[in-house]
């Protein structure tokens, strides 16, 4: 709680100031125009210490002016200094701009968000069990309340796709690829499947490619001179019409350099931009939808970029979540609304707060697994001088909460091809003790919510209700506003490890007993394990090679992948064979030593692991069917 006490000084310090001291309004601007050496100090601080290359940010502040920085370097090779107007590359925070394309749409009436995503594309495979009444609707892909899985390995891990591959390439993956997991419209669920559709839509409807429509009726009326939805790559790693000379080089932890590549679900996570570009946008979603005088995108759709409706936890009455285009996010006690992007070797973050008419928009040319990010929006937030929301106070919870008790799955996961490790590995508990609801997942911090009235909790690290508890046909669910989990039956959580636990304990059997079988020198042909023992060696076959491949080609048919896919198979295949042996052989009184029964015992273990995984669709481990 310390380390907020000196934002929360700051920005009411600012505010008495702004109102009781009109008379200093030059002064206080001269002093504002200082302080953005302090900013950048701070920001290539944190940049040194979170082992970054360099940052590119803007500022929007109440006043209209927009103020951009840079730190760090663009290129680490040559030592190019980031420079304000350099571009980069935003991931998912281009999803924001593409919600846009295709409001405007809507507001030229040429689409509803109503219309059924299959009266646009009426070749897709889409399997929807609530079809009758719940059609897949615009709406629901904008708003990631589709149902339909975030993406498969093949569609974001692969070095396939060209600059121009067709978009319905990325849909061409069997009858299961388009499979609606939940009712549409009633649980959110992150699809960057669903925005790749709307690339496709607005190709159906326009009749030209979404990049070219997008960056002439969007991007060029909203002044975003220096943003493309096209694909865009370094200078110093191609030639020709798609390199930029301007466009930062990505980097992945160690400062191991990565340039753009094409991608199959491009209109998900394919932008380049400037901070003063994303200063604009900025600007114009805090507005009210008009351009030079004119309605560009209809109000009612400008106060829905952010305002989540329709979903279950909305209608309970959680206020966070995510709406048209952007997130309503509750961090460091300030309330905006944002998105957060990830492209290879970047990382962005684009929030705004409306009423404060104030927004922040920041990117790093360094996608880093264990760098701490949030700490350059604290450092923004800080700096923009936002008032801060005191907590939500106390309220009276609903007697019912203790029968929410119990242990919860992702529901929806991310992929539903993950489904068996989202259930053994993913869970969360649930436990109420009299004055606290607390989760405790099983990777991950416990967190404590207070009661703040009826179902709905807080987190001592939010402001307003953050989580609310809710009841469908019988089902307890939990939610946060983007994510929902699942009450999961006890008898089937235990069946679940019980199975993880015995196939783990076979399988380490196996190869610890066998190994020191091998080692005397009393491991046979006929030996029970020596099969078994052979195949779990077979799973270091396909190591050298994924090494040495490229991890965005986990996707693709490689000989790594092609070696991993016939080393799982063969797994179970190799554990009934050595089970097959010891029942053949157990009635012979050589074979019916305790050491022979234990052999058995552990083979019979692991090949139920092993069908397990079969029957969840894990064995054999095909990558590019993932």
């Avoid at 590995?425 to 609801?437: A, C, I, M, P, Q």
């Amino acid at each position: 709680m310390k380390r907020n006490q000196y934002p929360a000084l700051a920005a009411r310090a600012g505010l008495w100031l702004r109102r009781a001291l009109p008379a200093m309004l030059l002064c206080c601007a001269t002093a504002a125009h200082a302080a953005g050496a302090p900013l950048a100090a701070e920001m290539a601080a944190g940049l040194k210490e979170e082992g970054l290359a360099g940052a590119v940010w803007s500022e929007v502040l109440p006043d209209g002016t927009v103020k951009v920085g840079a730190s760090g370097l663009r290129d680490a090779a040559k030592q190019v200094p980031m420079q304000a107007d350099t571009r980069v590359q935003v991931g998912s925070v281009g999803k924001v701009a593409l919600a846009l394309g295709v409001l405007r749409l809507v507001s030229e009436d040429r689409l509803t968000l109503d219309t059924p995503l299959q009266q646009v594309l009426p070749e897709l495979a889409l399997r929807n069990p609530w079809l009758a009444s719940d059609p897949v609707r615009i709406r629901h892909l904008l708003a990631h309340t589709s149902g339909l899985d975030n993406a498969r390995f093949w569609q974001a891990f692969s070095l396939h796709p060209a600059p121009d591959t067709p978009l319905a390439d990325a849909f061409d993956g069997g009858g299961n690829l388009l499979r609606v997991r939940t009712r549409p419209g009633s649980r959110y669920a992150y699809s960057n499947m669903g925005y790749g559709l709307l690339g496709m839509v607005i190709e159906k409807v326009t009749g030209q490619p979404y990049e070219r429509y997008l960056d002439a009726q969007l991007l060029q009326p909203l002044g975003m001179a220096d943003s493309t939805f096209a694909f865009v790559t370094q200078m110093s790693t191609q030639a020709g019409t798609q390199a930029d000379p301007r466009l930062a080089m990505g980097y992945f932890e160690h400062g191991v350099a990565q340039p753009a590549v094409p991608q199959y679900l491009r209109p998900a996570a394919q932008f380049t931009t400037t901070a003063a570009d994303m200063g604009k946008l900025a600007q114009f979603l805090m507005g009210d939808g008009t351009l030079q005088g004119s309605q560009f995108i209809d109000l009612a759709l400008m106060g829905a970029l952010s305002e989540p409706a329709g979903t279950d936890a909305a209608q309970a009455g959680l206020a966070m979540g995510h709406g048209l285009a952007l997130a309503v996010r509750d961090r460091h006690n300030v309330v905006g609304a944002c998105h957060p992007g990830t492209a290879v070797g970047f990382r962005a973050m684009l929030c705004i707060y409306p009423e404060q008419d104030s927004a922040f928009f920041v990117a790093f040319n360094t996608d880093a697994e264990h760098a701490d990010y949030e700490r350059f929006n604290r450092l923004l937030l800080r700096d923009l001088e936002l008032p801060l929301r005191a907590p939500a106070p106390r309220g009276t919870p609903a007697p019912t909460v203790e029968n929410w008790q119990g242990v919860y799955l992702p529901s929806p996961g991310a992929m539903a091809s993950m489904a068996w490790i989202d259930a053994v590995f993913g869970f969360t508990r649930v436990k109420w003790d009299g004055e606290s609801l607390f989760l405790i997942p099983f990777q991950g911090e416990p967190r404590e919510l207070e009661p703040v009235g009826g179902l709905l909790f807080r987190a001592s690290d939010r402001s307003t209700a953050s989580h609310v508890l809710m009841q469908e046909d019988g089902k307890h669910i939990l939610s946060d506003g983007l994510r929902s989990y699942e009450r999961a039956s006890m008898l089937r959580m235990l069946v679940l490890w019980g199975s993880l636990a015995l196939g783990a304990a076979g399988l380490l059997y196996v190869l610890l007993v066998g190994a020191y079988r091998a080692a005397r020198r009393t491991l046979g042909r006929g030996d029970h394990l020596f099969v078994p023992l052979l195949s779990l060696l077979a799973l270091l076959l396909p190591l050298p090679f994924f090494y040495f491949q490229s991890y965005l080609r986990l996707g693709d048919v490689t000989l790594a992948s092609v070696l991993l896919a016939l080393a799982t198979g063969a797994l179970p295949l190799a554990m009934a064979y050595g089970l097959a042996r010891c029942w053949r052989s157990f009635g012979a009184a050589a074979e019916t030593g305790t050491l022979a029964k234990w052999d058995w015992v552990a083979l019979l273990a692991a090949l139920q692991l092993l069908l397990v995984l079969a029957w969840w669709g894990l064995l054999p481990l095909r990558m590019w069917q993932l």
